[in-house]
């Protein structure tokens, strides 16, 4: 089993810049694959990132390419988002995950990760 926690979220304005982070913990081996998704008021689910704790691959939603970057730290369980050129709709609440394996951008677009964290809330006024 493997627990979640997000922190890092607030309120800021847009041009600003926040930098998410996720603490892993538990049997982290066993879900090499981290990401973040994002979910705003009346919208769907939306995925923004993920890698490997190697670092073998990277995948990114397209309105954030460029503006977000997604890292991780393997040797303290931690997962980061560094989120700059903050936009209005960039508002959310933001979700931490893990997956057993790489099942692709899309995969994870569709249908999400196996492990979630309880989120983290992220505001950019205007």
């Known amino acids: 089993q493997v627990q979640l926690v997000e922190s890092g979220g607030g309120l800021v304005q847009a041009g600003d810049s926040l930098r998410l982070s996720c603490a892993a913990s538990?049997?982290?081996?066993?879900?090499?694959?981290m990401g973040w998704f994002r979910q705003a008021p009346g919208k769907e689910r939306e995925f923004v990132a993920a890698?490997?704790?190697?670092?073998?691959?990277?995948y990114y939603l397209n309105s954030v390419k460029g503006r977000f970057t997604i890292s991780r730290d393997p040797a303290n369980n931690t997962v980061y988002l560094q989120m700059n050129s903050l936009k209005p709709e960039d508002t959310a609440v933001y979700y931490c995950?893990?997956?057993?394996?790489?099942?692709?951008?899309?995969?994870?677009?569709?249908?999400?990760?196996?492990?979630w964290g309880k989120g983290t809330l992220v505001t950019v006024s205007s």
């Open positions: 995950a893990a997956d057993q394996y790489d099942r692709g951008q899309y995969y994870y677009a569709r249908s999400g990760m196996e492990y």
């Open positions: 538990g049997h982290t081996a066993s879900t090499p694959v």
């Open positions: 890698t490997s704790w190697s670092g073998s691959f990277t």
